[in-house]
């Protein structure tokens, strides 16, 4: 069958894994969105996975704790990389091959990032998960996945998130707002749409990344997109 995207780098935050509660990572929640590389990995779709750390800590949250804020970063960072792990091995238990590749060294874990082996693991059909974000405090995940996404030549970035897309207004605070099917980055910009914090969307702009912001737990959804289909809200030159 035909896909639209090939290569892709699928980003999860942090909250997109603990399913109802307020903290850390849900068992039901992970094989639900597991299910779905699954059926991505089904199709012959490579999968690259970004994952946050916001379930567990970001580093903004220490302020004035006496915490430094690149302690903080360091902090969440590592808790992106539990989240990575907890993410291969539940890939793992649906029969696929996974490697954590992690940002920040942490040896016996993990393994350090390395584009060139990375396309050649993705190509044998392996699905491979970045942990650490870009290793750099005062950074988010979100940039890390355009990073990885320009990094790796995803085709596409698909940024997962709870809202089924990009609305003129809060959907839960106004019943009026409306879903943009397809935006281009100035639309975004002139709008002053938050899709994904600037420094993360200045870069698949000026790579000519395109985004899509979706619904993870919307069944088959993921797949609709691959396939090409209407799906959530593109972000993209528009050309
Ligand atoms: N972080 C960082 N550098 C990065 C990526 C993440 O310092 O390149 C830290 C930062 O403290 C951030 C936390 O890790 O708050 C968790 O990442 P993020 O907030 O992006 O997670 P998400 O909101 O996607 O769950």
Partial sequence: ?????????????????????????CADTLRKVVKQVKDLRDLGVEVGI?????N???????????????????MGMMATVINALALRDVVESLEMKAQVLSAMSIEGISTGFNANLVRKQLA???VVIF????????FTTDTAAALRGVEIGADIVLKATKVDGIYTADPHKDPSAERYS???????????LQVMDMTAFVLCRDHDM???VF???????????VKGEDEGTLVSSGE
């Fill in 1 to 25: 069958m035909a896909l639209k995207y090939k290569r892709i780098l699928l980003k999860f935050s942090g909250e997109a894994l603990m399913g109802d509660g307020d903290f850390g990572l």
């Fill in 50 to 54: 970004v994952v946050g750390g916001g």
């Fill in 56 to 74: 567990i800590f970001r580093g903004a949250q220490i302020q004035g704790s006496g915490i430094q804020r690149t302690t903080g970063d360091h």
């Fill in 124 to 126: 044998a059909g392996e």
């Fill in 131 to 138: 942990a650490a974000g870009t290793g750099s405090p005062f």
């Fill in 182 to 192: 397809e935006l281009s980055y100035d639309e975004v910009i002139q709008k002053n």
């Fill in 210 to 212: 395109p985004i899509r």
């Fill in 215 to 225: 619904d993870m737990f919307k069944d088959q959804a993921v797949i609709r997109i």
